[in-house]
Nanobody
């Protein structure tokens, strides 16, 4: 059974950093796209980063230059390194999976984790 589990969320001050992890089970990263999404209270879920099945990454404008996604296949884990965090980055962060995809959109992903909460506040 394919499962994704996010971890690493928490409370951080503005300007700080966090690294989120998305640990996978039941599948390998070969031919897989892993996307990172977030949903703030009262807002729609948005895509913020995508690690496509072709190995390429893409980022939303709102996080470009501040967030980086990468994967460690040996650990079955994809990471989202977040730096220069802002209060508007506060949200529940999710990772999601899709086979054979080079882009990540909320409506297209096949499997989702349950999310981890990130709060940016002083």
């Amino acid at each position: 059974q394919l499962q994704l589990v996010e971890s690493g969320g928490g409370l951080v001050q503005p300007g700080g950093s966090l690294r989120l992890s998305c640990t996978a089970s039941g599948f390998t990263f070969d031919y897989s796209a892993i996307g990172w999404f977030r949903q703030a209270p009262g807002k729609e879920r948005e895509a913020i980063a995508c690690l496509g099945s072709n190995g390429r990454t893409a980022y939303a404008d709102s996080v470009q230059g501040r967030f980086t996604t990468s994967r460690d296949s040996a650990k079955s884990t994809v990471y989202l390194q977040m730096s220069s965090l802002k209060p508007e980055d506060t949200a529940v962060y999710y990772c999601a999976h899709k086979w054979y995809a080079t882009s990540c959109t909320p409506d297209d992903m096949s499997h989702w984790g349950k999310g981890t909460v990130v709060t940016v506040s002083s």
